[in-house]
């Protein structure tokens, strides 16, 4: 796979982890795709690492997906818990 298709997969990744995790974002839209990108990456190396699974070559695997939107959900998680909301006013 593409380095292009890597990038299409963590932006659906991301918004995917949206819809499952809704609220409010410290980064907005642009930092929930880039939670996303990073988090198809980590996902993918994690199932790769410690599942000793292969990285598919076919964008239609469900594998693939699982693992890209738990990654993106992670990072989103810890994201949360990391920053808060920073767009509260105090």
Partial sequence: MGIITWLVLGLIAGLAAKILLPGRDPGGVVGTTLIGIAGSFIGGWLSTKFLHRPIPQNI???????????GSLVLLIAYRLLFGNSRERR
């Fill in 60 to 70: 239609g695997e469900p594998s693939m997906w699982i693992a890209a939107i738990a």
